[in-house]
């Protein structure tokens, strides 16, 4: 009776850890399809949101803002980046942080701002619900964003 009852949990165990690997993996690949059709393919991208979706661009810079599923297509991708990164940005994925529902990318960006070269690095927090993307925060060098994209200097304070 007792290895019958230890059998049950362990194979109630495995069946849990098999089903969150599997959902962690599901997460990933969704993940990667949005970062392959994002600014070549909105809708397709659009898609892959949760209704209650929302993106946080993190930090306390101009272009810091929060967008919800809508305007994270037609404000942040439609009319703020290319503002301020008109020649796009080359996203290279260096690792991929996988917490099941929470997912974390570290990201190398290369870019031209308007004041020169913006290679940021980036932190980006994903929360999966349901197969969709509920929530992205994209943390990065602020004090890079508003010198290299809006022409801000830094001064000594004496």
Not at 35 to 40: G, I, Q
Not at 83 to 90: E, I, Q, R, S, Y
Not at 98 to 103: A, H, I, L, T, W
Not at 108 to 136: C, H, P, W
Request: hydrophobic fraction near 40%.
């Amino acid at each position: 009776m007792k290895a019958l009852l230890l059998l049950a949990l362990a194979l109630t165990w495995s069946s849990t850890s098999l089903a969150e690997e599997s959902e962690a993996r599901s997460n990933i690949e969704i993940i990667d399809k949005f970062f392959a059709t994002v600014f070549s393919d909105t809708a397709e991208a659009k898609s892959l949101l949760h209704d209650d979706f929302s993106f946080q661009f993190m930090g306390i810079c101009t272009i810091c803002k929060s967008y919800n599923k809508e305007t994270f297509i037609t404000e942040w991708l439609g009319k703020d980046l290319p503002a301020v990164l008109p020649t796009g940005v080359d996203l290279e994925i260096v690792r991929k942080i996988d917490g099941g529902s929470d997912v974390v990318y570290i990201v190398k960006g290369k870019a031209r701002g308007i004041n020169g070269s913006y290679n940021n690095n980036y932190a980006m927090v994903f929360t999966m619900e349901g197969g969709q993307i509920l929530d992205f925060q994209e943390y990065h060098s602020d004090l890079l964003a508003e010198t290299r994209l809006y022409k801000k200097k830094i001064v000594d304070i004496e």
